[in-house]
């Protein structure tokens, strides 16, 4: 009977472990927003909500609001055909299974100066338990439980990560300079920044974009043009790369922060910790050619990190995919000639920079452009992606995707001349996902591009990274 012996030792880890759990979710009822710093002790209670691992245990967790209490319930088990049995006096055997079942019900908010020692009701029992919670950071919560005098048992419970969405967002992306009036501007960073704040967005994993490191800038950039580029980086003042791309003091920790936000997701995926990510940065990066800087961008952080994808984790097949309303020539002109990479955009055409004909490419049959005429809307751009996009990207067959996002093609945008709205960002976003489910084991991650109406890049930005939270 050395089976029972081995589930038996797990189940009592697993009953402690949700005993102290438990007692922790109502002082969980206490805490706080998923927008803080991190490290801090959160203040609002949906840093607790979400699924949670025990410590060494093949077993979930889901913590939700239910009413005026929080409820957690076991969604998955390994010993899940244990059956309950709530009037067990042990309470470990007690506490043990629990598979479906509401075990926080009548359960009572503690006021928030309370939060680190608080009472349990369970209300089947008629017990009360002491405990304490401390949210280590937005992925660990440590919990102590007592289940009797002397009986204190404290256990690091684990985020769930496939259920995560990253969100990088740092305040050199609103504080890099351009000069007065440019359409890419400050205001456009705020607006992002205050759309994510909405409670439907407090699970994001918050992380603070690192800067991108020389050998990331340089899968894609030339060692020259990186020189340049911090060379000429102004302590003061404003320096112009192009037409309409400047850099002012702190424009060189934007964008290498922007670059580095797109590399640190990918790292993060790999790593198992999250299901994917998007980047609030600003400037853009898809015109930024491996020699040049164009078009309000400087470093391109899309193939940056799609290069660093192939480059640091194995990854034989890499895809950027565009929907900015211009042309991403910069990913283009780094992809060309690259087997393993994949390029596919829809854009309006005419349109700045002038490239991307449907006859462009690639050296490898692996760009794939779709030009939409000025006017155009849902009906041509679900055509598009739906008929020749998105099925030219399942044939490649990516082990990695990165998404491009740029809102410029919203109706409302004064610098496109296409007429899409936020669902055709939403179901885009769907779809895509769902391609890198069937091929990428669902890794994906997602960087702000354009978009310079700002009700609109605000709206079409939300129900982007809602369709992400939701793949
Ligand atoms: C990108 O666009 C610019 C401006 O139209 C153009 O000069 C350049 O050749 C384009 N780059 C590529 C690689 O097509």
Request: hydrophobic fraction near 40%; aromatic fraction near 8%; glycine fraction near 10%.
């Amino acid at each position: 009977m050395s089976g029972v012996r081995v589930c038996l030792q797990n189940c009592v880890r697993w009953g402690q472990a949700v005993i102290v759990g438990v007692v922790a979710l109502m002082v969980g009822g206490t805490f706080a927003s998923a927008a803080m710093p991190l490290n801090e002790t959160p203040d609002t209670i949906e840093a607790v909500l979400g699924e949670w691992e025990p410590p060494d245990m093949d077993a979930v967790i889901s913590i939700r609001e239910c009413g005026e209490t929080l409820c957690a319930e076991l969604v998955r088990h390994k010993y899940a055909d244990i059956n309950t049995d709530i009037n067990n006096p042990d309470p470990v055997m007690r506490a043990r299974p629990l598979l479906g079942v509401r075990i926080l019900d009548g359960l009572r908010r503690v006021k928030a100066d309370r939060w680190k020692g608080g009472e349990l009701y369970d209300p089947r029992t008629g017990k009360t338990y002491l405990s304490k919670l401390k949210v280590i950071d937005n992925n660990h919560l440590k919990i102590t439980g007592c289940i009797g005098p002397g009986l204190c048992k404290g256990y690091v419970w684990r985020r769930v990560p496939h259920m995560t969405t990253l969100l990088y967002t740092h305040a050199a992306f609103r504080n890099h300079e351009v000069p007065p009036g440019h359409v890419e501007h400050p205001g456009r960073y705020e607006v992002v920044e205050k759309a994510l704040e909405d409670k439907v967005f407090a699970t994001l994993d918050r992380r603070i974009p690192p800067q991108v490191s020389v050998e990331d800038i340089e899968r894609i950039h030339s060692t020259s043009y990186r020189e340049l580029v911090e060379e000429n980086a102004p302590a003061q003042g404003l320096a112009q790369f192009d037409a309409d791309t400047f850099l002012g003091p702190s424009s060189l920790d934007a964008v290498r922060r922007a670059a580095g936000g797109a590399v640190a997701a990918v790292d993060a995926l790999y790593a198992g910790e999250a299901k994917n990510a998007f980047i609030a940065a600003r400037p853009p990066g898809h015109h930024a050619e491996p020699e040049r800087a164009m078009g309000f961008c400087v470093f391109n952080g899309a193939a940056i990190a799609a290069k660093h994808a192939a480059g640091v984790h194995g990854a034989k097949r890499v895809a950027v995919l565009d929907f900015d309303v211009h042309h991403g020539n910069g990913t283009e002109a780094a992809f060309w000639h690259d087997e393993g990479a994949f390029y596919a955009s829809s854009h309006e055409w005419p349109q700045y920079p002038g490239t991307g004909r449907e006859t462009d490419r690639g050296a490898f049959d692996n760009i794939a452009n779709a030009p939409l005429a000025t006017g155009a809307g849902t009906h041509e751009f679900r055509q598009a992606w739906g008929e020749r996009l998105l099925p030219a990207l399942s044939d490649f067959g990516p082990d990695f995707i990165v998404i491009s996002a740029g809102f410029d093609a919203h109706r409302a945008d004064p610098l496109g001349g296409l007429q899409l709205d936020e669902d055709d960002f939403a179901w885009l976003t769907r779809e895509i996902a769902g391609v890198a489910r069937d091929k990428a084991q669902g890794r994906l991650i997602s960087v702000l591009e354009g978009g310079y109406d700002l009700p609109a890049l605000a709206a079409s930005t939300a129900v982007h990274v809602k369709a992400l939270m939701e793949a």
